[in-house]
């Protein structure tokens, strides 16, 4: 076939050759390919002749599907036709330039390695590269570590060793396409990297790849990564990130200051002995950030600024990256501010070696020469430790040094003068502070620091001695020379030296400036109170005089008190026993109660106005008399003593018994008053006219001395009536207009001011009294009632009834859950009176504090159970619950209407409002009834079913809220109109309501019951006079039992026969009394004549004076007293 070829294509070069010839040449089969095949090639299919080297190495490229195009094998006859015919002759660049790259996006992966290698074989122009390069930068031709196959620009270089140590394995081309691809040679590897870096793989780091990389090694560097790897890495990056900005091709300052503030850097490790002394600004293996740091280019700036802030090391340094890292923020030289700084982190800590103290002095004496050649800010340092002293071993503050001190050596280690090795430094210290010469503030702080380390020792050393003798001579000198307007301006305390070795505020010192002294003083006078050191024994010579002139030289706050201007008297309260029966007291009881009755306000606003002639108006007069009663403080003591006191210290050997004693103060005073049981009319009269003085001191003086004995005479009235008989025989007008709610009793069905709502109490578990002083609830509103008696057929606590005045012709039957009793004073109860026991070497109670007090109900108001109630509140959230559940079971019996009233007293009972003592336990139990209320109003109560009275309580709820906030805020007003002057308390303002007390009516009967066993034993034993004494005391208790019952108070009179008179309008069955009472004085009943020898003719005496038959009828006549009384109080 090949000489049959040669043959034909012969005839090519005949003369007579044409076309047509050349037609049926290309018709025939006879032309052969490179795969061997035999074809025409009269088509429409291009021709090619291939003269390649790489068609058997990479068979898979050289048959390409879809090339349209016929391509002959090269040999002889081939290539002659190919230059008779003029048909094309490709070599294997042609061959890939025309065919392979233009379908290199549909080739295999496999094709697409092979023409990589075939590309590898081929040697192209500059041209042909740029066209090879364009059409493989978007050809996925590497298959990734995670199986992908990816173009050469997702690849980064792994020869660049930043990229390498930053980013992670499967960003690098795997090795396995460099060995598929090249056999491990490294020449071609060499070759196809470069050429895989010309088709897009990374390989020049740029500035956003480091911006990257830094936030990337500062999140890394607060993790737990290796310290070493991050340390290179910085390194690398940082070394980088400087050529770049170095390089003129990049943009310089842009990229440092993007990264300036990024903490990727790692700082320079700090000098161990520096380190050993106060830890470095930054630890070993935390990163900072370019800004704020300091380039380290002198060791020697490690001593300045190591803990205030980090030092960077340049790996290579120019004058153009010098002036690129200062733009960013980086220090070329410590800043003074950090270096004081640094000063101010290192001057607080410990040196305990030789080491350390010298590693501080080269560090501190660094600072004084670096700071001093520049330009800081020297109230930095101001009150900080900075100045060496003591051979380095000590750091003293600015204001405890100077540069010239006298005497220097006396005022170690207060005062200390810089030394001879640091007088260079001069005017470093003396811009932190430090002065010329030392000045009297520094004196003063001398003995200040000796008083801070001798106060707890009873005397001061030798040293301290010595220091402070010079420091008290220097500061007088410095003040007679240059006075004191300006050298103590900012001195606080001034401690001076006294008698007993020790230093005090000097205005607690006495100067003894007397010329003579009370016995009673001078015996406490030796030794024993704070006088002021002989000023001869501090260098100031002998002169008293001069002394005298030196101490007035002082500001007015530090002059020592002169001993004849403050000698006062006290009372010693550690001797001090307040009195056992506290509240119950009758004898401080007494005062109180005239003092603070509505009577004698009444005397007072009259002597007032009397003594104004009449220009302070009642108004005027009626407050100046609420002030003074506020200021004015009864407290009885079981013992009273007073002692002389020196500035406010007791003089020892000055205590000597009282009855009666005045404490002043700023918003009043306190009476102490020495507990006298028979009420002696002298005591009584001391105590009577030290009042008078002293309200007429609170008054401002305004009472008249010739006046200040009827002052004295009204204090002891026991009734209007009685004061306005001493105001008329003492000529002084009755100008005061009576207050009806003082004097008089609310008529019944007055409606109750608004300001006492708070005071009734919600509790309905409450007892009456027969003419007792309630609430009555009707139409909205709240008024005065009587409770006339208590009405028997009850079927429950909560269903009793009464009968009450409430001022209509008729008394009314009511419900106990429309009453309401007021709230009163809790007495101290004998469990708790050691609240009131002074302890041992602490401070008496105040009058207001030597309480144990409480808003409770009458304590005479037991209700109908075996259980007490009392208006306190439970003590736990607990038992709280506890109550309201069993209230509410109760209540959910009664009929509608009442059950209405009862849960509004119970819901009013718990609210917050009316409970601000208790908020917290007020809060919880609110919450639980309102959710108990609706509970049970629904019927759904686990274990009750009340479904016939379903009645819905939430809509009042509004409603009695708006009640209880009116309460509490007319209780508000009440306490703000009275300025504190007064509790709220609605008996301490309504003195004359009847409130019974059972409790305490009961408590006197049974003291009477006893009396009169008593006298039972002495019948027939020959002592008459005792027998009747007792049965004397058994009456006198029985009678006050009943004032008790009846309006809650012991009778004024100590006469039986007053008494019983009174007692007898109590209740008709009483009205015997007087007449018994009668009979037991004719039997010999009588508390002085039974007792006392002087009541009877000499020489007798009690014993035998009596008729023996008279006890019996005594004691048959007590018991029929006792008796009626009893059934009369229970």
């Known amino acids: 076939m090949k000489e049959f070829q040669i043959f034909l294509q012969s005839g090519l070069s005949k003369p007579e050759y044409n076309q047509e010839y050349v037609r049926k040449l290309k018709s025939l089969p006879i032309f052969e390919t490179t795969h061997g095949e035999r074809v025409r090639i009269d088509g429409t299919k291009q021709v090619y002749v291939l003269d390649i080297k790489y068609s058997v190495r990479f068979p898979d490229l050289f048959n390409l599907p879809n090339s349209n195009s016929i391509f002959l094998k090269y040999n002889l006859e081939n290539y002659k036709l190919s230059e008779t015919l003029n048909i094309q002759v490709l070599d294997d660049l042609q061959y890939f330039m025309k065919f392979i790259l233009p379908a290199v996006h549909q080739l295999t992966e496999t094709q697409i390695l092979h023409s990589f290698k075939l590309l590898l074989s081929l040697h192209y122009s500059s041209e042909d590269k740029k066209t090879i390069i364009s059409s493989l930068k978007t ?11 990816e173009p050469a620009s997702y690849y980064f270089d792994e020869s660049v060793e930043l990229y390498k140590q930053m980013l992670p394995q499967e960003k690098f081309v795997p090795d396995r396409f460099w060995t598929e691809l090249c056999d491990g040679d490294y020449y071609t590897t060499e070759k196809a990297k470069r050429l895989v870096r010309e088709f897009g793989m990374k390989h020049v780091v740029s500035n956003d790849e480091i911006i990257h990389f830094a936030h990337q090694l500062e999140s890394k560097a607060k993790g737990k990564g290796r310290i070493e790897d991050l340390k290179l890495k910085s390194s690398l990056l940082f070394r980088k990130a400087l050529y770049k900005a170095c390089d003129a091709k990049d943009n310089k300052e842009r990229l440092l200051e993007s990264i300036a503030d990024i903490k990727f850097i790692f700082p320079v490790l700090i000098r161990k002995e520096l380190s050993n002394y106060h830890r470095p600004f930054a630890a070993e293996g935390t990163t900072v950030k370019i800004r704020g740091s300091l380039i380290d280019k002198k060791t020697e700036h490690q001593d300045l600024i190591w803990t205030s802030m980090p030092i960077i090391d340049l790996p290579f340094m120019s004058q153009s990256l010098q002036k690129m890292i200062k733009n960013a923020g980086a220090h070329e030289e410590p800043p003074p501010n950090c270096v004081t700084s640094n000063i101010r982190n290192i001057c607080q800590s410990s040196c305990e070696t030789d080491q350390l103290i010298k590693t501080r002095a080269e560090v501190f004496r660094s600072s004084y020469a670096y700071l001093q050649a520049k330009r800081f800010e020297g109230n930095q340092l101001a009150g900080l430790p900075v100045v060496l002293v003591e051979k380095d071993t000590k750091l003293m503050r600015p204001d405890d040094v100077c540069l010239s001190l006298s005497y220097d050596l006396d005022f170690r280690p207060y005062l200390y003068k810089i030394t001879p090795e640091d007088a260079m430094y001069a005017p470093f210290f003396q811009k932190i502070g430090v002065k010329n010469e030392a000045t009297a503030e520094q004196y003063c702080n001398v003995l200040a620091a000796v008083y801070a380390d001798s106060c707890d020792k009873k005397k001061l050393h030798l040293n301290q001695l010595r220091t402070v003798k010079r420091a008290v001579e220097q500061l007088f000198k410095l003040i007679r020379i240059q006075g004191n307007q300006k050298l103590l301006e900012n001195v606080e305390t001034l401690y001076l030296p006294a008698v007993d070795g020790t230093l005090y505020p000097s205005s607690t010192l006495c100067y003894n400036d007397t010329v003579f002294e009370t016995k009673r003083l001078e015996e406490a006078l030796e030794n024993k109170f704070l006088l002021l050191e002989k000023l001869s024994e501090c260098y100031l010579g002998n002169d008293k005089y001069k002394h005298h002139q030196l101490l007035e030289l002082l500001p007015q706050k530090f002059q020592p008190k002169m001993l004849s201007e403050f000698t006062e008297e006290r009372v010693v309260e550690s001797k001090m026993q307040p009195c056992e029966l506290g509240t119950g007291c009758e004898f401080s009881g007494w005062f109180d109660k005239h003092l603070s009755s509505g009577a004698f306000k009444y005397g007072l606003i009259c002597f007032i106005r009397e003594n104004s002639q009449g220009k302070i108006t009642q108004e005027d007069a009626t407050k100046m008399c609420e002030k003074t009663f506020g200021s004015i403080q009864i407290l009885c003591c079981k013992t009273l003593e007073t002692a002389l006191w020196l500035d406010k210290q007791p003089l020892p050997k000055t205590d000597e018994e009282t009855d009666v004693f005045v404490k002043r103060g700023q918003q009043g005073c306190t009476f102490y008053l020495k507990h006298n049981d028979e009420m002696a009319l002298k005591v009584i009269n001391e105590v009577i006219m030290t009042l008078t003085k002293e309200i007429n001191v609170l008054l401002g003086n305004r009472i008249a001395l010739v006046h200040l004995p009827v002052l004295a005479q009204l204090l002891m009235c026991d009734d209007l009536q009685d004061i306005r008989k001493t105001l008329a025989k003492n000529q002084i007008r009755d100008s005061a207009e009576t207050e009806s709610s003082s004097f008089s009793l609310p008529a019944p069905g007055t409606e109750i001011p608004g300001e006492w709502h708070d005071c009734l109490d919600m509790n309905v578990l409450n007892n009456f009294e027969e003419g007792e002083y309630v609430g009555y609830s009707i139409d909205d509103k709240y008024i005065y009632t009587v409770i006339v008696e208590e009405l028997p057929g009850h079927n429950g606590r909560y269903s009793w009834r009464y009968k009450v005045d409430i001022g209509e012709d008729e008394p009314i039957e009511v419900s106990c859950v429309d009453l309401f ?65 069993k209230c509410l079971a109760e209540i959910w019996k009664l009929p509608e209407e009442e059950r209405h009233k009862a849960i509004k007293r119970l819901y009013l009972r718990w609210h917050p409002d009316k409970n601000l003592d208790c908020e917290s336990l007020a809060n919880e139990a609110f919450k639980y009834l309102q959710n108990r209320i609706d509970e049970l109003s629904k019927a759904k109560a686990a274990g009750l079913t009340f479904s016939s009275r379903n009645t819905n309580f939430r809509g009042f709820y509004q409603q009695w809220n708006q009640e209880a906030r009116y309460h509490r805020n007319s209780r508000e007003r009440f306490s703000r109109g009275y300025r504190g002057f007064h509790s709220y308390n609605f008996w301490t303002h309504n003195e004359n309501v009847p409130r019974p007390d059972r409790e305490e009516a009961r408590r006197w009967c049974r003291q009477a019951r006893c009396d009169l066993n008593a006298a039972h034993k002495d019948t027939g034993g020959g002592s008459t006079e005792w027998c009747l004494f007792k049965v004397h005391q058994a009456v006198e208790k029985s009678l006050i039992a009943a004032c008790y019952k009846r309006n809650g108070q012991h009778p004024n009179s100590s006469s039986i026969s007053t008494t019983a008179a009174q007692v007898s309008r109590y209740s008709p069955q009483l009205r015997d009394l007087p007449e018994i009472v009668k009979n037991l004085q004719t039997l010999g009943v009588d508390p002085k004549r039974t007792q006392y020898p002087n009541c009877h003719p000499y020489p007798h005496i009690p014993n035998g004076q009596f008729r023996s038959e008279n006890e019996m009828l005594a004691l048959n006549k007590a018991s029929e007293l006792l008796n009626k009384i009893e059934a009369y109080v229970n």
Do not use: W, Y
């Open 139 to 149: 050809v996925k031709l590497i298959r990734s570590s995670q199986g992908r196959l």
């Open 821 to 885: 009793q007021f709230k009163r004073e809790k007495k101290v109860k004998t469990e708790r009176r050691k609240c009131m026991e002074p302890e041992p070497q602490k401070k008496m109670l105040k009058p207001e504090e030597n309480t144990c007090m409480e808003l409770e109900p009458l304590t005479g108001a037991v209700p109908h159970s075996s259980e007490s109630s009392t208006s306190s509140l439970p003590a736990s959230v607990e038992e709280a619950k506890r109550e309201i559940d």
